[in-house]
């Protein structure tokens, strides 16, 4: 005691240390209030302490400790400063809370619905350590490329020269268009790998296996996240865009737009993959992405379950599934005589030209999703990010990567070249069955390289901050984007000559009123809908909103 009284040094740095703590406690205050309080939930930590029970909590841990700061100061000053610091305060926000406006009491449902705090959170380019930055430049130039495939496959229709149009198809840069469907395994991976990544995560917070609660909520805001907006497109496809529409090129019937009005439970029941069993008859004919993917994530806890307590046992139930997946695909191509393209039909032992065995069921597209699984759960039981490895084994990863993807997208040009190619029943079979697994391998080691520290220029391209906005619209921009080319398509008067300028002046329209739309939509929709169960202080399993989108 002696010593702390004869130490002038000793008590100014205490006297410091008490200002500081409640300069510190005074800005908490400030932080935890407001659009800042609805960022940190999106996160999912616990709820924010409100400012009166905050203080309380400071005057409590201020009491208990005073003896300890009187003896540091030779007396009872610093205890009392700190206590007459805490009830200042405390006063301060009492009367604050006095003179507030009564629709303060529902700030954070209100400011859900805010254009201008969406907007802050729309353009909000910050990362925090559980982000993957690169996923957001990969998930964008995903959608472009699905938007410059269904530019050039829905204006197929109205076409003076479709034949052309066609043909162009067999070129060997067309073929980044004619096998751009491939690019929707890219999401499935990434589906896979967000819902285990974050669902793991929770469930080491929680040190269990989840209760009912835990797995119920994770599955009705999975569907809560996904369908409000999807309803609302729907909405807009039967009611709006089929009455603007007039002309002799009239073909959304045929597309799937008019089949909405008829079928509309069947794709928020994320069943439209199954039922109606004529193409001609869904309503939303690209929305079968969604089921599929929904239908994924209803199986996916009991994976989540394995790998989180029995590692090696989910490891090889996983690698079983995929080897089920890929030898499924490849019997049912063979049987059917499938085409390796989504231009084609099947050839044999089936009387329905039009009919879909592999392209839109789950057990077909399941590999993708399963591999992105594993990536999460490699990421989840990273204790660092930053994996050093050998250069050599690092480069030679990037060049097997990379040749896998560039066989997949370029490597059916022969198919087109030589007819004996085309008309060899093992090949297809055996190409539709690995292909897309080829083609997720590739993107995987993408994505683990890039946010293991092995990127290099990849990663410093994929993690630019420019893309995060723009990757948050996706979803909207999937479900919006294909109406938008069957609306102008459907409205022309006349009909197109087609030709490389016209895609591409297509495609750059398309793409950018597609964005701006959207991001309107996404402001006044999609985003207050998503919050809504946060600022009804619902809490949810997974971070739904700041990574795991489902596209």
């Known amino acids: ?63 208990s400790n005073k003896s300890t700061a009187v003896e540091m100061n030779g007396g009872a000053t610093v205890g009392q400063e700190a206590k007459a610091g805490i009830e200042s305060q405390m006063q301060h926000g009492a009367a604050a809370a006095d003179k507030a406006p009564a629709w303060k009491m529902y700030s954070p449902l209100i400011e859900a619905f805010s254009m201008s705090a969406n907007g802050r959170y729309l353009m909000d380019t910050s990362q925090s350590a559980d982000d993957f930055p690169s996923l957001h430049g990969i ?34 840069f067309f073929q980044i268009i004619a096998n751009g469907d491939i690019v929707v395994d890219t999401f499935f991976l990434m ?17 269990d296996n989840g209760d009912i609660w835990f797995w119920i909520k994770f599955y009705l805001y999975r569907w809560w996240r996904m369908t409000p907006v999807y309803a609302f497109i729907i909405l807009v496809a039967c009611t709006l865009l089929i009455r603007i529409v007039k002309g002799p090129l009239y073909t959304l019937p045929a597309m799937g737009l008019d089949m909405c009005k008829r079928n509309w439970w069947t794709n928020l029941l994320y069943i439209n993959n199954f039922y109606p069993v004529e193409q001609s008859e869904i309503c939303l004919t690209w929305s079968w992405y969604l089921a599929v993917d929904f239908q994924c994530y209803l199986i996916s806890p009991f994976f989540i379950l394995l790998l989180y307590r029995k590692r090696a046992l989910g490891v090889s ?20 005589g499938l085409p390796v393209t989504v231009f084609g039909s099947p050839s044999k032992n089936t009387t329905d030209a039009s009919a879909d065995y592999i392209y839109t069921k789950p057990w077909t597209r399941i590999s993708p999703f399963l591999l992105g699984m594993l990536l999460g759960y490699a990421f989840s039981s990273m204790r660092s990010r930053q994996v050093p490895i050998n250069r050599g084994v690092v480069l030679m990863a990037w060049l097997l990567s990379t040749a896998l993807m560039l066989s997949v997208v370029f ?31 590739g993107v995987a080691w993408v994505v683990f390289a890039c946010e293991t520290g092995n990127g290099g220029l990849a990663a410093e391209l994929l993690s630019w901050p420019g893309w995060k906005p723009a990757s948050k619209v996706s979803y909207t921009v999937y479900l919006l984007h ?7 398509m459907s409205s022309r008067p006349v009909t197109l000559h087609y030709d490389d300028w016209m895609l591409i002046y297509l495609y750059l329209g398309i793409a950018l009123f597609s964005y701006l739309l959207c991001a309107l939509v996404y402001l006044s929709i999609e985003l207050p809908l998503a919050r809504l169960p946060h600022a009804l202080s619902i809490k949810s399993n997974t971070a739904v909103e700041k990574e795991e989108q489902p596209v």
């Not at 002696?2 to 703590?21: C, D, G, I, M, R």
């Not at 790998?193 to 040190?207: A, D, F, S």
């Not at 109406?483 to 102008?488: C, R």
Request: net charge positive; proline share 3%; aromatic share 10%.
């Open 317 to 336: 139930c996983i690698a079983a599934l995929i080897t089920a997946s890929l030898i499924l695909t490849g019997v049912l191509s063979a049987k059917y």
């Open 139 to 172: 998930r964008v130039v995903s959608m472009l490329w699905v938007v410059l495939m269904h530019c050039h496959m829905f204006s197929l229709t109205g076409l003076d020269n479709y034949l052309e149009a066609f043909s162009h198809l067999q070129g060997f």
């Open 1 to 63: 005691m002696e010593a702390f009284k004869q130490s002038p040094s000793t008590s100014s740095s205490a006297k410091v240390t008490s200002k500081k703590y409640k300069q510190q406690e005074m800005s908490n205050g400030v932080v935890n209030n407001g659009f800042s309080s609805m960022l940190l939930s999106q996160s999912h930590h616990p709820p924010d302490v409100s400012t009166v029970e905050e203080m309380a909590m400071l005057e409590k841990q201020g009491l």
């Open 411 to 441: 490597g059916l040009y022969s198919h087109y070249q030589m007819p004996q190619v085309a008309q060899n029943e093992s090949m297809k079979a055996f190409y539709n069955a690995c292909h897309r697994f080829a083609w997720t391998l």
């Open 191 to 207: 589906s896979g790998m967000l819902v285990t990544y974050w669902t793991i995560k929770r469930l080491k917070q929680r040190k």
């Open 482 to 488: 294909p109406a938008l080319i069957l609306v102008y």
